[in-house]
């Protein structure tokens, strides 16, 4: 565990699965649910973006921005026409809202397959630079990228969460609805704001993987998983618990494999899971809530 | 309380009627089934996958749409009990059927044991914990080669035999579908059995259930035992048609193609399992060559309709026509 390439490599995934945590977080925080759905957010925003720079010629600023506001609308939508519907015919219970988002999660998959076609594609990136070598270190052009945007992103959520109006008010209505609800605060629009920021953030999360790894449309299916999986070890009491989570599970998957071989890896994760929920249900990071 | 919550029982009268209607019908739709299928090795196929899902979203039933507990490992059981059918037949001389029975046990002891571990968290946890399961089993079953094959999984299992009898393949086909049928049955029966009642008021109201003096942590922790092993049977016959296994047979896009099967069927009956079962194969399988892939978009955009239009599913839809059926005729009479 000395070799600093491979721990610059934990950092670049970790921000990766961090900023799909964050994501995931800002809908819980919102709607109290998981939204299985942020991983197609992320692919179709990448898999837009490549597919209208290669295929439709478009420049690559205006195919990266309209990634965007595919994933950002996506995620509106999902928002207004599926959820809010869905919870209003069967009350708060989790599972119907969870079936519903799984079946938006398989409608973008397909949906992406259909329009923008089903072989891996490259990811763009708007300016490329580097790679550089520092003595052992070889440093990418979009490990910085993604590396500094993550950072940036968390930096203005927490400050967001904190300092802003409609923050502040979405803690309130992530601490406790009915309360919220009661005293008169706006919880849908509040809700439909975190959806659209978590669109925001993992179609920016995507655009910035994309380079690294292409992208598919079934990429979708297997962000899901490893956001989820990052937010379940951070935990959800801090804003910055998602990274954290991220990085954790980063180091797993790249030094798991040395040490475990292919068993590696998600045993890893099961066991580390196991021992979260056996001893420290919350995660890394938990607040308590005075009522 | 909730829109696709079980509705309570109609009177018992009725009830017991319709226990012998329903599997009469079903016993009848199969026999059509099978003479639609003779002759085309791709239609028996087809019948097979429809008994396949149609035992894994039966194993869902009870702690899914009954208990309200989403498990997410019911991928990994089906591999089990797929396994365990494999490994008996190519590797021991035993009979087969102990295949069947080892693995219905090994699942239900594996949800069991996640379910402990996770007993005194919200559901979410219980997802969680079996996603992770279900995940890490892969790559168990691509290590584990000298048990399991590694990535070549188990081939060459030799077609199963009925006390030597080397019976043709539309008979042991019309054998799974009366296995689904009885399974169906059986759910069907529990669901409106006392220990259902029990089972799906916990759903709904756990702290009246646990008043009542019934934990409701070991209801759950039974529910998904038994969930487990129905689902396990749904492996172990799609290997005794397939002849064969690899770890990548069974993945996690069947589970949650499987969350859906219930759903599109109607929850308010085992026998939606089947239907819905039905409609997924069709959907997923049985698509023109044109269409190839579309069929899960259909699907996924019929699920969000029938969420949104008319969550009681296609049940729902054929029971609300029955009664207006008959008020219709009540009307013509007098």
Known sequence: ?291 | MTSIAPTLDAPRRRTAQRQFIVPLAAVAIAALALSWASGSGFRQDLLVMVAVYALIALGMYIPFVMAGSMSMAYAAYAAIGAYSVAIVTTETSLPPLLGWLIGPLISAAVAVVLSLLTRRLSGFYLAAVTLLFSLAFEPWLIELEPITGGSAGIGGIPSPTIFGWEAPRIVLIAIALALVIVVATLVERIRTGAWGVTVRTMRDVPSAVEAMGTRTTTLTTVTLAIGAAVASLAGALFVSFMLSITPETFTLSIVFMALFVPLIGGQASAWGCVIGAIIVIQLTANMPSEFEGSGQLVLALGVLLILLVAPAGLIGYAKAFIAWLKRSVRKARS
């Open chain 1, 1 to 291: 565990m000395t070799d600093p390439q491979l721990w610059l490599s934990v950092l670049e995934i970790g921000s990766f699965f961090g900023l799909i945590a964050l994501a995931y977080q800002l809908t819980l925080i919102g709607a109290g649910f998981f939204n299985f759905a942020i991983g197609p957010y992320a692919m179709v925003a990448a898999l837009g973006a490549s597919w209208l720079t290669i295929e439709a010629k478009i420049p690559v600023v205006i195919s990266l921005l309209l990634g965007l506001l595919i994933a950002v609308v996506v995620s509106g939508l999902t928002e207004l026409l599926v959820v809010r519907q869905v919870q209003k015919r069967s009350g708060s219970g989790e599972l119907p809202a969870l079936v519903a988002v799984t079946a938006v999660l398989f409608i973008v998959q397909q949906g992406a397959g259909t329009v923008f076609g089903r072989p891996a594609l490259p990811g763009q990136m708007l300016v490329s630079f580097g790679p550089w070598q520092f003595g052992e270190i070889y440093l990418a052009g979009t490990t910085v990228v993604l590396v500094a945007s993550t950072a940036v992103i968390f930096l203005l959520v927490s400050l967001w969460m904190k300092l802003s109006r409609t923050g502040r008010l979405l803690r309130a209505v992530g601490d406790n609805r009915s309360a919220a609800t009661l005293l008169g605060l706006p919880v849908g629009r509040i809700r439909l704001v975190a959806f659209l920021l978590a669109g925001l953030i993992a179609g920016i999360a995507g655009l910035l993987y994309a380079p690294k790894t292409g992208v598919a449309f079934t990429s979708g299916l297997s962000w899901t998983l490893v956001g989820f999986l990052a937010l379940v070890i951070g935990g959800t009491g801090r804003t910055w618990a998602p990274l954290v989570g991220g990085l954790v599970l980063g180091a797993i998957q790249v030094f798991a494999p040395f040490y475990f071989g292919s068993f590696g890896p998600t045993t890893m994760v099961l066991l580390i899971a196991l021992l979260f929920f056996a001893f420290r249900p919350q995660g890394l990071f938990s607040t308590r809530v005075r009522i």
